[in-house]
């Protein structure tokens, strides 16, 4: 279960809003009881890429070993 402002990390490529796997997103509401998560995409400049309604499935917890990295958002 994830919390609310927690950094999580996207488990597979949306390719209708551009994101693609390891994307870090932060959760900005949590529905039910961890049923489903509202999730924010955010360029390094702070606009939003995507704002998605997704579950537990989509996402994960950034590993202690991992390092941010960015990348250029590019249509198809």
Do not use: S
Request: hydrophobic content about 45%; charged content about 25%.
């Amino acid at each position: 279960m994830y919390k609310e402002l927690e950094v999580v990390v996207l488990t597979h490529d949306i390719d209708d809003h551009l994101l693609k796997m390891g994307d870090v997103g932060a959760v900005v509401e949590v529905y039910g009881d961890g049923q489903a998560y509202e999730v924010e995409f955010v360029t390094a400049g702070g606009g939003t890429v995507a704002l998605l309604t997704l579950t537990a499935t989509d996402l994960r917890h950034e590993a202690a070993n991992e390092i941010h990295c960015v990348r250029e958002m590019v249509a198809g």
